[in-house]
Nanobody, 130 residues
Framework: QVTVAEYGGGSVQPGGSLRLSCIAS????????LGWFRQAPGKERESIAS??????????YADSVGGRFTISREKGTRNVLYLQMSRLLPEDSGIYYC?????????????????????WGQGTPVTVSV
């Protein structure tokens, strides 16, 4: 059974940076993908980025993050994904979720869709305020 856990949430001032980590245990994509999502209070969950598992695959990003967020994998792994967030804004506050999918076709066709993902973490909170 795949389990997903997020780490690294916390409070940061506007303009600051934060790095979140995602570990997907028992995740052996053949292929698959890992994705980051977030949900602000009173809003729907939205996609941030996705990483397809094969080596050399480029990440997909949602337009909403505007180049401020970057995902990367732990070198040599396919089950550890980082989310580096910079120039944070108060509207970036929310619960950040990592998710895993073992469906190669869904990962290729709809990498930023929540419906692509089968396994979700509990989320980690991020608060951006003065």
């Amino acid at each position: 059974q795949v389990t997903v856990a997020e780490y690294g949430g916390g409070s940061v001032q506007p303009g600051g940076s934060l790095r979140l980590s995602c570990i997907a245990s028992n995740f052996a994509p053949n292929p698959g993908c890992l994705g980051w999502f977030r949900q602000a209070p009173g809003k729907e969950r939205e996609s941030i980025a996705s990483q397809y598992s094969p080596e050399g695959s480029h990440p997909d990003y949602a337009d909403s993050v505007g180049g401020r967020f970057t995902i990367s994998r732990e070198k040599g792994t396919r089950n550890v994904l980082y989310l580096q967030m910079s120039r944070l804004l108060p509207e970036d506050s929310g619960i950040y979720y990592c998710a895993a999918s073992t469906s190669g076709p869904r990962c290729r066709q709809r990498p930023l869709s929540a419906s692509t993902y089968d396994h979700w973490g509990q989320g980690t909170p991020v608060t951006v305020s003065v």
